[in-house]
């Protein structure tokens, strides 16, 4: 069956550092890949989408890397914050067509001061 | 600020009530979605729209329906309310899955008793 996992327990890093977390899917055949930010008690909120041909692509302090061979993506954030502590939510789209979006389950991440 | 507006962000229901959750987008979105999110899992799809009184049952319809009347407005009716319904409901829209991702509204923190 279908599966997208995400690392379930929580990561905890040190102010400044890089965070980086993982995203990896099996039995699916993704055209895009997204990255979302929730905060608790909140919806998600869109932050980046890469494409099946494209191998890295960065917004400000966010780099996602998408690869197709390892079936794996992922997430950093550098020069983390406090305020970037949030669950992180990755989410496949399929390549048939349509909206088909599996999401993953997020990993929640604690930036400490 | 393009906005999803869901009704309510607590509803606390008696088992057998039908519930009605209502959302609006401002963004003229032709696809609307209704997700639920349970601890440990990630977000099912329960029904979508691509359009005006067009309809597509998600991955768990059971025990749910939608009412699409209106182009910026989707509702998600339980018909009868169940414990096993309490759960995060988060309303989405989105335009091509090619460039861009969901926008979700806050969510409805629904209990049943």
């Known amino acids: 069956s279908q599966k997208i996992e995400q690392n379930s327990e929580a990561l905890n890093i040190q102010e400044g550092k890089t965070a980086t977390l993982t995203c990896n899917y099996t039995n699916y055949s993704p055209a895009y890949l997204q990255w979302y930010r929730q905060d608790p008690g909140r919806g998600p909120v869109f932050l980046l989408l890469?494409?099946?041909?494209?191998k890295e692509k960065r917004k400000e302090r966010l780099k996602v890397t998408f690869d197709t061979t390892l079936k794996q993506s992922l997430f950093h954030i550098t020069a983390s914050q406090p305020a970037d502590s949030a669950t992180y939510l990755c989410a496949l789209d399929s390549n048939t067509g349509g909206f088909k979006t599996i999401f993953g389950a997020g990993t929640r991440l604690f930036v400490k001061a | 600020d393009v906005k999803v507006t869901q009704s309510s962000r607590y509803l606390v229901k008696r088992t057998g009530e039908k519930v009605f959750l209502e959302c609006v987008q401002d963004m003229d979105h032709e696809n609307m979605f209704w997700y639920r999110q349970d601890p440990g899992l990630g977000l099912r799809l329960i029904y979508f729209?691509?359009?005006?009184?067009?309809?597509e049952k998600g991955d768990i319809p059971e025990g749910y329906s939608v009412s699409r009347e209106k182009k910026e407005r989707f509702s998600l009716i339980l018909e009868s309310a169940s414990t096993n319904q309490t759960s995060m409901y988060l309303c989405?829209?989105?335009?091509?899955?090619?460039?861009?991702?969901?926008?979700f509204g806050s969510g409805t923190r629904l209990t049943v008793v």
């Open positions: 729209s691509y359009d005006v009184k067009m309809k």
């Open positions: 890469i494409r099946e041909n494209e």
């Open positions: 989405a829209s989105r335009t091509s899955a090619d460039t861009y991702g969901y926008t």
